[in-house]
Structures are given as C-alpha cells and as structure tokens.
C-alpha cells in the first residue's frame, strides 16, 4: 500500500482503469514515463494531493506542456526531457520510487532494447515498488491501416511522421516484465470496439495491459 509522501514516475496518459488503480496507492512517490498529457496529471494532482510526480518524456515540447499546465508546482512535480533508451541521467536515485507507469512508451523503442529499459526502469523502484503498463496489442486496428513499406521488422512500423510503434502480445510483455525481475500481479488484453458515428466508422482497438511488482518488503 502506497503511504503520504511517495514518490511516482508516469509516462504516456493514464488511462481510467490505471487511474482507479493508481487512486488504490494513493500515497507514494511516482514516476511515469514520459511525460504525458495534462489531463493525467490534473487527475492524479486532484485525486493524489501528497503525491509528488517525475514525468519525462523524450520531446522537449511535451515536457513544457505539463509545465506550462496551470496545477504543475515544482513543490510537487518535476517534468523532465529524457531518451530512457539512453544513459541519460535520471533526477533521483536508484531504488526511490514506489510506483512507476509505462504508458505507450516501450512500443515506441526499438525491439532490441527494450529489456534494457524495462531494466532501467525497474532499477529506480524500491523493493515492493509496482509497474503499471499499456500499449498497443498485436493487430490492433492501427497496426492494420499500416502500409506497405513502412514495416521496419516483425510488428514494428514507422508513422508518417517518423515515430516508430511495435504491437505486443501479452506474451511478450510478460517475457519483458518478468525478465527485468518483477513479480505478474495482472495481465490481460483490452479489446475494444469504438465507434465514430459521424463517419460510420467502426475501430477494433487492442491494448495490453499490466500490473507487475518488484519482490520485496
């Protein structure tokens, strides 16, 4: 259970489900990775008033827009850019933080070195620390729409725009969690059927989602 004056690290939106999870381990410090958009930080600001945040995110302009978010006090959140991928360095020890979330972040690195970061990551959670997680499941509905040509390896693609997204299956983030050294509290995959009716259009979304934690006290 997590206790006032945690610490949190969050990355990417959190999504409701997380949220209720995350409002169960009110309390302790956090780190979501990166930094992710206002609205999850309204939310965890207003449920979470002891709480306080690091959030990072590779792109310098998603990091002024929680800092430019009129409830980002540095007494309680500390938004930094970060290549998580990289040796860059993290504000906090190793060992410090309670709960971290991973939230569309690891289908955004390449295949070959996400156990690494994983690693990383799990490296900054204390004993009994949690990992929350999302991302994309395999043949979800953008994975689908990708053409051809732009499949840089096995369920690995590169956007228009030049970011680059992998489709898991949930064996693979178990393989991912639990090879870092966690301990699978739920696993599961979130299939959903979402509808814009204005263009007639029906979306097959699939999410994988995840609660592992690090063995200890």
């Not at 945040?53 to 430019?68: E, L, R």
């Not at 900054?124 to 997680?133: A, S, V």
């Not at 999302?134 to 690995?156: E, H, I, P, T, V």
């Not at 995959?189 to 509808?195: A, G, I, K, M, S």
């Amino acid at each position: 259970m997590m206790t006032p004056g945690s610490t949190y690290l969050r990355s990417g939106v959190v999504p409701a489900t997380l949220c209720s999870q995350f409002c169960k381990l009110t309390g302790q410090q956090s780190w979501p990775s990166p930094a992710g958009a206002p609205p999850s930080c309204d939310t965890v600001f207003k449920r979470s008033p002891r709480l306080f945040v690091y959030c990072c995110d590779f792109a310098d302009s998603a990091v002024q827009i929680v800092k430019d978010h009129p409830l980002y006090e540095p007494a309680r959140c500390h938004a930094f850019q970060c290549d998580v991928s990289s040796s860059d360095p993290f504000p906090f020890p190793e060992a410090s933080i309670d709960l971290a979330i991973l939230i569309f972040v690891l289908s955004a690195i390449q295949p070959g070195k996400m156990q690494a970061v994983v690693e990383r990551v799990v490296s900054c959670l204390k004993p009994g620390g949690m990992l929350l997680f999302r991302d994309y499941g395999r043949y979800d509905m953008a994975q689908l729409r990708f053409k051809k040509g732009q499949c840089l390896s096995d369920n690995f693609y590169v956007r228009g725009d030049g970011t680059r997204v992998y489709f898991f299956t949930e064996e693979e983030v178990s393989s991912l969690l639990s090879g870092a050294g966690l301990t699978r509290e739920q696993l599961w995959v979130d299939w959903r059927l979402q509808v814009n009716r204005g263009k007639q259009l029906k979306m097959y979304r699939v999410w994988i989602q995840a609660k592992f934690r690090k063995p200890g006290s």
